[in-house]
């Protein structure tokens, strides 16, 4: 979708539809007032009939009003006027769209910038406009039929600013969000894809297209021959139970000086896990194709860095391969060791996000990394935990929490701290090899995380649990595209983008 930051005469401006709020008791501000004195009151007077009282998210669609330019008049309700906030903003902006969508309009005119939420300053009530209507338009529609999409797409949202408003950081917000949204779109429609689409194959291959698409970006795909003289033994006896082979993605995002260290991201892309031998039982197994979401998020968010052409170093690695049940599949009890030298047991196979990334978290070692961050669909104990509104953040460095933390935040994409004390390490502890795959019902967020602390002691690292907020389910089955909204507002503030 475009979108385009617009000024001055609003009641002359046309357009398709011209979208304003009211606040609960009919009350109008800003540029509701306005057009309402423009149109003679019209506005006032038709809400003293009662059909919408400004309840947050509710909408009116009037048309031929006198006296203004615009085709129609949406109004949408923002809640009470003192309790705007964003989640609030979001909500009205999400309806906006949804009766955008059953009319003809494929282009609107929001002028709804004015009050803003009292928790968001224009940048960030831009950028959440963006994203928010980019996310409700989306329609996975690769492999369907999609007869209930809009006849007319809404294709085009101007965004109106009255002459006071800084136009200047509107339109920086606009480019970033945007960006935002590329990455955010590329993840949601990789999740989606199925499984015997979406192979570890498809992934490199989407991968390697980036590399073609931006010059700053060069794709090295490594081969399971390669990962086997490297000693990634964890690695690949996942994928060994499968007949998709798996690959190492590493994506070389380069636009900061030749020796600024890199921020490196590894994101978990189990394309299907249907838990191996240590079968999932049957039920929702299908939900089983997100368990790439990690993966999917960084490509996303090396997208967004390669379309902001941002001046920082960033490395995207993305494990990825099946875990199956197969004569050749791990079986419980199995000893495999790790590319760290390490060895696991295999308790149960289907914790295999952690022996897929531990080999690869080793082999980050070689880029001498600012911080890793990896990001996985790792463990269902993270959403008994936490639900489906934040992920985990699992790390011992309090420094690269706050950056997190505080990132999440901006980008309504939030995170929750969970502990990494020593205390839980010993639940990991095995007869037979160095370490157990699994350390019981007990913290089991923290105890997977705990796994992984154990091939990450040469950089600065921390872990996402995305389990809860990857993906929806139920009626509303499909991929957030979260946590690359996160990880986008970190290398913004990283490169010095955002001051
Ligand atoms: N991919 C799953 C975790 C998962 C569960 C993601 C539900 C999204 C929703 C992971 O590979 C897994 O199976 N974890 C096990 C770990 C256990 C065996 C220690 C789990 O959470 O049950
Ligand atoms: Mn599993
Ligand atoms: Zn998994």
Redesign the pocket.
Known sequence: MDFKIKTGNLANHKTPCLVLGVFERHKLTGPAEAMDKASGGRISELLKKGDLEGEAGQTLMLYELPGLAAERVLLVGRGKRKELTRAVARKTLESAVVALQQTHCTQATFALQDPLPSDADLYAAVRDTVITAEDKVYRYSQTRNDEKAPKKPLRRIELWLSGKQDKASAELSIRHASAMAAGIGLAKELSNLPGNICTPTYLAETAEQLGRDFKALKVEVLEEDRMAELGMGALLSVSRGSRQPAKLIVMHYTGGKSNAKPLVLVG?G?TF?A?GISLKPAAEMDE?KY?MCGGASVLGAVLAACELELPINMIGVVPTSE?LPDGAANKPGDIVTSMSGQTIEILNT????RLILCDALTYCERFDPAAVIDL???TGACVVALGKHPAGLLTSDDKLAEEIIAAGESAADRVWRLPLWEDYQSQLESNFADIANVGGRDGGAITAACFLSRFTKQYRWAHLDIAGIASLSGKEKGATGRPVALLTQLLLERSGALN
Do not use: V, Y
């Not at 289907?350 to 996000?353: Q, R, T």
């Open positions: 978990k189990l896990d838990g089983m368990d875990n289907d914790a295999e996000g996985a669909t790792l």
